[in-house]
């Protein structure tokens, strides 16, 4: 079936599915359904009967947060000695906003925020992969459209590809094409930030391809897309870390219970890894997991606190420099803090 442009319509079965999904996945990418605020805990607000040192963590409603969630809804966080308040943030730059402005201590984040916050004069560091370790742990992917006849990423060379530049996806495609032999300037991107737009631009068949995260990339799948390469084999790409300012970390307090807070991660991510599926109604709530995928999504397992090596942190400032994203050189030692000795 055409529509008028020409392009592959999405038939209705799917746009039934689509309408249903998107003002979920809304929160995944970087513009809500709702107006531009916090979904959870104000930025600062200790919970209601919390006593310890108080740790403030910005996230957005990602898989990557689900130890998080557990030490919260298991009272981990206080059998420990910590106040931590958990605040929810619709994108990405309400998230470092709030950092930036001291309403948080510290968010989840990747690589390559770290290194344009610190570029930018926002001195931050990060403390641990929150997931990531291994090529395993986490998903981003290529999606070709419903009724592509390309069967792999040499098929999209010189194929603009959707995706945003300057971000951990865009960073993914160019690795995953060079991977697979496709030159460096036939590698073309089509710039759509938001990332359910782009979903949506590729199931209706007006992007050829699109890179994405999950769960759109599981989504996309499930829904007539073809996904024709992700980061889950081969070298390990990208990674979620937790991420503190500078300024929280330099007082010993702070310090200690960032440590602290580690081990309650240790603890959470052993709980979830001996069951991950019997995880899957609080990610779908805390995720806003979208209806197609609440029975299937494959929960991730998760690594002990650890820090990001040289060799990935590397990886990803050599890129934004290559593309002209980081003007001022950073260090492995500038992004990564290490726990002082108790």
Not at 30 to 40: E, F, H, N
Not at 42 to 53: A, K, N, V
Not at 87 to 114: K, N, P, Y
Not at 218 to 233: P, Q, R, V
């Amino acid at each position: 079936m055409m529509s008028d442009e020409g392009k592959p319509a999405v038939n209705r079965n799917v746009r039934t599915v689509l309408a249903i999904a998107l003002c979920a996945l809304m929160a995944v990418g970087l513009v809500a359904c709702t107006p531009a605020t916090p979904a959870a805990n104000t930025p600062g607000t200790p919970q209601t009967g919390s006593t310890g040192t108080a740790v403030r963590i910005g996230v957005l409603p990602t898989e990557d947060s689900l130890p998080l969630w557990v030490a919260e809804r298991d009272g981990l966080f206080t059998k420990a000695g910590l106040n931590v308040t958990i605040t929810v943030f619709q994108s990405a730059q309400e998230r470092d906003a709030a950092l930036t402005a001291g309403a948080v201590d510290g968010f989840m984040g990747d690589l390559i925020a770290v290194s344009s916050l610190r570029a930018g004069g926002v001195p931050v560091k990060a403390v641990s992969i929150m997931l990531g370790s291994t090529a395993k742990e986490g998903r981003f992917g290529i999606a070709v459209k419903p009724g592509s006849k390309v069967t792999g990423l040499k098929g999209l060379a010189g194929v603009p590809v959707g995706t945003s530049s300057a971000t951990i996806q865009e960073f993914v495609l160019d690795k995953l094409m060079m991977a697979a032999g496709v030159a460096t300037e036939s590698v073309k991107t089509e710039e759509v930030k938001k990332v359910p737009a782009r979903f949506e631009l590729l199931m209706s068949g007006k992007l050829a391809a699109a890179a994405l995260p999950e769960p759109f990339l599981s989504l996309a799948a499930k829904t007539g897309a073809k996904i024709i390469a992700d980061d889950t084999t081969g070298a390990n790409i990208s990674q979620t870390v937790l991420v503190f300012s500078e300024k929280y970390l330099g007082d010993a307090t702070n310090a200690s219970a960032v440590s602290k807070l580690l081990g309650v991660w240790d603890g959470a991510a052993a709980t979830i890894n001996a069951a991950p599926d019997t995880f899957r109604a609080l990610l779908v709530d805390k995720a806003r997991l979208p209806e197609p995928l609440k029975d299937s999504y494959a929960v991730n397992t998760y690594p002990n606190a650890q820090l990001p090596t040289q060799d990935e942190v590397t990886a990803v400032t050599d890129w934004m420099t290559a593309k002209g994203y980081l003007k001022t050189p950073v260090t492995y030692a500038d992004v990564t803090w290490t726990a002082p000795a108790q």
